[in-house]
């Protein structure tokens, strides 16, 4: 029995295959979201009434910022990657990615990451000044718990395990394809995921110099973010040149599956797909230059609020055009109502009302009066949970056959999903609360 046992915890331990690297990732990452919800749920259970002493302060600070760290860079992306490491080398036509042993390396790099953040609330405190982790709130004088240096370690590694990662879905991508098989012929889904990668290089290496900067100040006692004289700006621009197409990087996948689930159970191609993968480029490009509409309330000169007004809103035109893409496949269709399609439904819905208050955003004037309000909490998840993770929830059901080998129980998978709606309602209360 224990030979046994040591057995399949060997094939696990040093799998280099795709397909087993995949499973690792879905499974690690839905862990690490489970975390991340036990640390939501006591931040709600905490504001569930006046007075409540349930967390302190600075407690409830830290289950903040780690939740937001860990649902954005340890769950959303590499439970997306978890479907690409298993499905893009079979839609592709190819045995493996380029790099087998990098691929093994690069989730184990991830897995360590997760757990050294959340050991970081074993080391004095875990950061505790918001995902953004804002200068000067992060220098050593404001918050001078050990945690906080193993939070910025474990963001290092991550995007050193991001990097390997994306490395090798580019060579695979365009080097391993099977004969015949043009860039212009992959469905969306593997071009979602392409797009992301690029999108990963160009934004990751800008927050690891921001991460790597910020550690050799709290380390070395140099004053990059923590100078009087622009520190805190240099950390704005430097966080939110990676911090803005993070949420398009998290996004892309969500969109590439719901464009996969929405056809097979309408039975119609995908409406319009050429141009669904053309805005998906557009999106891309234009979100690296829209970073400043989190600097509004900075004081950034009149021609840059101009500049990033007008971006802002161009960035949603891309967008416009693949949800009525996804509207128009199902025009006419006899959609069958699975869980798959139910999610993927439901993540549009969300998307749209999430897009729609984002455009709000877009305008300055607007922007100082909603700064900081559950508006754009709300804005937030909406994109970031009511679009991205309810995607990803519905790619889960739609390839748990394939990946499994079984078959999932229908009604238990629709009770799921009536509840996930029911999640996004208070999400949709917060928004008129706050509009209110």
Same mark, same amino acid.
């Given at each position: ?31 690490? %979201? ?107 004088? %404001? ?35 099977? !004969? ?37 100040? *709290? ?47 309408? *039975? *119609? !191609? ?135 080998? *079984? ?30």
């Amino acid at each position: 029995m224990a030979e046994q046992l040591w057995v399949s915890a060997k094939r696990w331990l040093y799998t280099t295959n795709h397909k087993d690297i995949g499973i690792l990732y879905l499974i690690t990452s839905l862990f690490l %979201f489970a975390a991340a919800g036990v640390l939501a749920l006591t931040m709600r259970t905490q504001l569930s009434a006046p007075d409540n002493t349930l967390l302190t302060a600075n407690i409830y600070n830290q289950f903040v910022t780690v939740h937001g760290l860990l649902m954005i860079f340890w769950v959303l992306s590499p439970l997306a990657f978890g479907f690409a490491n298993y499905i893009i080398p079979l839609e592709i036509g190819c045995r493996d990615l380029a790099f087998p042993r990098l691929n093994s390396m690069s989730y184990w790099f991830f897995l360590f990451s997760g757990v050294m953040m959340i050991l970081s609330f074993f080391f004095g405190a875990a950061p505790d000044l918001g995902w953004t982790l804002y200068s000067p709130q992060n220098a050593a004088q %404001f918050s001078p718990a050990i945690g906080f240096n193993l939070g910025a370690g474990a963001l290092i590694l991550m995007v050193v395990s991001i990097t390997m990662s994306s490395i090798n879905f580019l060579v695979t991508m365009f080097k391993m394809r099977a !004969p015949g098989l043009k860039l212009r012929h992959m469905s969306v889904f593997p071009w979602a995921i392409l797009v992301t990668i690029f999108m990963m290089l160009y934004a990751f290496p800008s927050f690891l110099a921001a991460v790597v900067l910020l550690y050799v100040d *709290r380390a070395f006692g140099t004053v990059y973010f923590s100078s009087i004289q622009g520190g805190s700006l240099l950390w704005d621009n430097v966080f939110w040149f990676f911090g803005h197409p993070e949420v398009y990087i998290v996004l892309f996948p969500a969109i590439g599956i719901i464009a996969d689930i929405i056809p097979t159970f309408a *039975r *119609r !191609p995908l409406y319009g797909s050429k141009y669904v993968i053309g805005a998906l480029v557009a999106a891309a490009l234009i979100s690296f230059v829209v970073w400043g509409h989190h600097m509004f309330v900075t004081g950034i000169g009149i021609v840059s609020t101009k500049l990033y007004t007008v971006t802002t809103i161009a960035v949603s035109l891309p967008f416009d055009i693949i949800v009525i893409s996804l509207i128009e496949t199902l025009g006419f269709a006899k959609l069958r109502l699975k869980a798959p399609a139910l999610f993927a439904l439901g993540a549009v819905a969300n998307f749209i009302v999430g897009g729609i208050t984002g455009v709000f955003l877009a305008s300055v004037a607007l922007d100082y009066a909603l700064r900081g309000t559950y508006f754009v909490v709300a804005h937030f998840h909406y994109i970031m949970v009511g679009a991205s993770i309810i995607g990803l929830i519905g790619g889960l059901y739609y390839w748990f056959p394939k990946i499994t080998g *079984r078959m999932y129980d229908e009604k238990i998978a629709k009770v799921h999903f009536s509840s996930s709606a029911e999640h996004n309602f208070c999400y949709f209360t917060i928004y008129i609360v706050a509009r209110g």
